[in-house]
């Protein structure tokens, strides 16, 4: 089944120390999303790609970066994680931007020590 | 003022009830809502898409849409314990990439 795949499920880190999450999607969509979500909140947006073409929300904290390196693969990178980015991470993708539902991996739970 | 407001609950409802989840909101360009299921600790599954005004069912369930009213349901008929989640409503415009979800409301169906 075609499907957005997340790893790992659950990460734990040490604050400051630096951390990947990863995406994969076999629905060979364009469009790939980091979200955020808190308990109990809505999904906050990131950053998303378009094909190459990287985009980052304006009120997204420096210390979250992003790679795309292909059409299926796509990277969270947090430099230094502080207590306050201790979250539920959602991968999402559609298959252009505009006016298309956005399908979700079933996200990585990232606990900061 | 949130441009997407949702229902907080919690809400508990036996077996076989039917379940009513809404949403406002506030942006009059959005044209095309959803709702998403999320079990704990889970991603969003998405459950209902809609374009513009208007009713869509789909099993047991069934989404509204008044764009008018700036209002959106979503309706479970006969609900079962598996239906226990989080629902979030979501909605986007044409010309905006962003999609606005509302917080989710928690629904629990008791055996």
């Known amino acids: 089944d075609a499907m957005v795949i997340q790893n790992p499920r659950y990460q734990v880190t040490q604050f400051g120390k630096p951390v990947t999450l990863s995406c994969s999607q076999t629905?060979?969509?364009?469009?790939m999303y980091w979200y955020q979500q808190k308990s109990s909140q809505a999904p906050k947006l990131l950053f998303h790609?378009?094909?190459?073409?990287?985009?980052n929300e304006a009120d997204t904290p420096d210390n979250f970066q992003s790679r795309r390196p292909n059409t299926s693969f796509c990277f969270l990178d947090i430099r230094s994680p502080g207590l306050g980015d201790a979250a539920m991470y959602l991968c999402?993708?559609?298959?252009?931007?505009?006016?298309?539902?956005?399908?979700f991996g079933p996200g990585t739970r990232l606990l900061v020590l | 003022q949130k441009e997407v407001e949702q229902d907080p609950g919690p809400l508990s409802v036996p077996e076989g009830a039917i379940v009513s989840l809404n949403c406002t909101y506030s942006?009059?360009?959005?044209?095309?809502f959803m709702w998403y299921r999320q079990y704990s600790r889970k991603g969003p599954e998405l459950l209902m898409y809609?374009?513009?005004?208007g009713n869509k069912e789909d099993g047991r369930f069934t989404a509204q849409v008044d764009k008018s009213s700036k209002y959106i349901s979503l309706f479970i008929r006969d609900s079962q314990p598996s239906d226990s989640a989080t629902y979030l409503c979501?909605?986007?415009?044409?010309?905006?990439?962003?999609?606005?979800f509302g917080a989710g409301t928690t629904v629990t169906v008791r055996a």
């Open positions: 999402a993708t559609s298959r252009e931007k505009y006016q298309e539902t956005q399908y």
């Open positions: 629905l060979n969509h364009n469009v």
């Open positions: 790609y378009y094909d190459k073409d990287f985009n």
């Open positions: 942006n009059s360009a959005f044209q095309y």
């Open positions: 809609t374009y513009s005004s």
């Open positions: 979501a909605m986007g415009s044409s010309n905006d990439y962003k999609l606005s």
